[in-house]
């Protein structure tokens, strides 16, 4: 079936370590972003790509690398973990051609850093 | 900037209406989201308005009001199954495309 998934679901890693969070979709949606959720704050954007090529920085792009060689892809990487990064990480894509155009969440990464 | 503002949490019972309101500051607007969050699930797509008035969707409606900054999210009959958070958003800087700003979220307890 059509979707977004995130791998993996849960991910425990240990400060000072590099982690990749996966996120794939099969829409040929042309925009992928990544949030992370914390209690307190919301939902607040990391980066977002408007196509293969083409990243930006969101809100809360410290500490975070993306890259986007294929539009289905949009991996998430952490470069040198720390405790602050300990959070829920969504993938999302959205079609984009209109303002109306919602956001389709994956499933979330649940990383916890010790 | 942007700026949205919902009350943290809220509580109704079984069968009630219960609204869930927002206000935001945007620079630009084209339009206003709403999502739903169950517990450790990904949210969900509920509406999106861009005209004043309300918008009726089954049990859900929403309401905007360009000129005041608001709106609000009506859920009537509610179901136990409707305990979740619900997201307020809007498109930063009036641009397709681009991410959405999201509210912090208001909880929403619904007991029997």
């Known amino acids: 079936d059509a979707g977004i998934t995130q791998s993996p679901r849960y991910k425990i890693t240990e400060t000072g370590r590099q982690v990749t969070l996966m996120c794939h979709q099969t829409?040929?949606?042309?925009?992928m972003f990544w949030y992370r959720q914390d209690l307190g704050h919301g939902l607040r954007l990391i980066y977002y790509?408007?196509?293969?090529?083409?990243?930006d920085k969101g809100e809360v792009p410290d500490g975070y690398v993306v890259s986007r060689s294929k539009t289905e892809n949009f991996p998430l990487t952490l470069e040198s973990a720390t405790r602050s990064q300990t959070s829920v990480y969504f993938c999302?894509?959205?079609?984009?051609?209109?303002?109306?155009?919602?956001?389709?969440f994956g499933n979330g990464t649940r990383l916890t850093v010790t | 900037g942007q700026n949205i503002d919902q009350p943290t949490e809220m509580t109704a019972t079984e069968g009630a209406i219960v609204q869930i309101n927002c206000t935001y500051q945007?620079?630009?607007?084209?339009?206003l989201f709403w999502y739903q969050q169950h517990a450790g699930e990904a949210p969900t797509f509920l509406s999106y308005?861009?005209?004043?008035g309300l918008e009726e969707k089954g049990r859900f409606s929403s309401f905007l009001s360009r000129s005041k900054g608001y709106s609000y999210l009506l859920l009537k009959e509610l179901q136990m199954k409707d305990s979740a958070s619900y997201l307020c958003?809007?498109?930063?800087?009036?641009?397709?495309?681009?991410?959405?700003?999201f509210g912090k979220g208001t909880t929403l307890s619904v007991s029997s």
């Open positions: 999302a894509s959205s079609e984009g051609s209109s303002y109306n155009s919602p956001l389709h």
């Open positions: 829409w040929s949606h042309s925009y």
């Open positions: 790509s408007a196509a293969a090529d083409i990243t």
């Open positions: 945007t620079s630009g607007f084209n339009g």
């Open positions: 308005n861009v005209l004043d």
């Open positions: 958003a809007v498109p930063p800087r009036g641009q397709a495309g681009t991410a959405l700003i």
